[in-house]
C-alpha cells in the first residue's frame, strides 16, 4: 500500500510540474506576442500612411505559406517576421516616409537602409525564429537586384520570399503620399511578370492562386 501511494503521489507531483510548466509557457508565449504587438505599433505611428500593412501582409504571407504546405513552425515565425519586417523605419526621417513627390535618390537610399534597421533590432531579441534574418531580405529579388544584399535565388530565405511577394502585392494595393492605390489586379500583374525573376517562381504561383480563389485585401 505504501509503494501504491508513494507511486499516486510521484504522479499528482509530476502532473502539477507539468502544469505549472504549460502555465509558465503561455505566460512566456503571451509576454512575447504582446512585445510583437508594442513594436509593431510603434513603427506604424512612425509612418501614419502606412497603417495596417503590416497586418495585411501578414494575411497573405500566410495565405501563401499554407498554400505552399510550410511547416506551421516556420509559419509562425513568417508570421512574427512579417509583423515586424518595417521596424526598421522608425530610424527613417518622417517627412521622408510621407513625402507625396518623388524621393531624391539621397532620400531613396536612406529608405534603403531599412531592412538592415530592422535587423539591428530584431536581431537583439531571442526569437525561435530568424525573424531578424527574414526582415533583413524581404526586399531582396531573386535576379540580385533587390537590397541591401543584393542576395539571388536560394541564398534568400524562402519566408523572406514569401514576405517579399506578399509586401509587393499589399504596397501596390494601396495608397501611398506619391500614388494613390493600384489595383489588386495590377498588383497580382506584376508578380506574374516579373515571377521567376524578381519573385520566387513558386512562391508567385501559390500568391496567384490564393486570390484565385477569392482571397481580397
Known amino acids: 500500500m505504501e509503494r ?43 509612418d501614419p500612411y502606412t497603417v495596417g500593412h503590416e497586418r495585411q501582409v501578414v494575411q497573405i504571407a500566410l495565405a501563401i505559406a499554407e498554400e505552399m504546405k510550410l511547416p506551421k513552425n516556420d509559419r509562425q515565425g513568417l508570421r512574427i517576421a512579417a509583423t515586424l519586417h518595417d521596424v526598421g523605419k522608425i530610424y527613417v526621417p518622417a517627412e ?21 534597421y530592422s535587423y539591428e533590432v530584431l536581431s537583439e531579441i531571442d526569437f525561435p525564429w530568424p525573424v531578424a534574418d527574414i526582415a533583413l531580405q524581404h526586399h531582396e529579388r531573386m535576379d540580385g537586384s533587390g537590397y541591401p544584399q543584393g542576395l539571388k535565388g536560394d541564398d534568400i530565405r524562402l519566408e523572406a520570399r514569401i514576405l517579399a511577394v506578399a509586401d509587393v502585392i499589399e504596397a501596390m494595393a494601396s495608397h501611398r503620399p506619391y500614388r494613390a492605390a493600384l489595383s489588386q489586379e495590377e498588383a497580382l500583374n ?6 521567376g525573376k524578381l519573385y520566387d517562381r513558386d512562391v508567385a504561383a501559390a500568391a496567384l492562386a490564393v486570390f484565385k480563389r477569392g482571397f481580397k485585401l
Open 4 to 46: 501504491v501511494a508513494g507511486n499516486i503521489s510521484f504522479t499528482l507531483d509530476a502532473l502539477e510540474r507539468q502544469k505549472e510548466l504549460k502555465q509558465s509557457y503561455r505566460h512566456i508565449n503571451k509576454a512575447m506576442e504582446d512585445s510583437v504587438k508594442a513594436i509593431a505599433t510603434l513603427a506604424e505611428h512612425k
Open 96 to 116: 521622408i516616409l510621407s513625402k507625396p513627390g518623388k524621393l531624391t535618390e539621397l532620400e531613396f537610399r536612406m529608405i534603403m537602409v531599412h531592412p538592415r
Open 190 to 195: 506584376e508578380i506574374s511578370k516579373n515571377a
